[in-house]
């Protein structure tokens, strides 16, 4: 049973992205793999649910290593 929502559900998913993309602004790339890391965490924790979590990290591992290849390939 798909508990895993994956429909757009931001208000304003460009405004977010570009809050995103800011709050990495001036963050060396370890820094931002950490804050990345604990946005994760900290949304993990608000959502709470074991099973839509799971899903959460399956959908999000689907094809994750071939994509880092391609983006690995020279062009």
Known sequence: M????????I??????YE???D??????????HFMNAKLVLLLANHIG?????????????AGVSSAAGALQQPH
């Open 49 to 61: 649910d074991a099973e839509v979590l799971s899903e959460a990290l399956a959908v999000a591992r």
């Open 2 to 9: 798909n508990k895993l929502n994956i429909e757009l559900n």
């Open 23 to 32: 709050t990495h602004n001036g963050l060396t790339d370890e820094e931002s």
């Open 11 to 16: 208000a304003d998913p460009d405004a977010f």
């Open 19 to 21: 809050k995103l993309i």
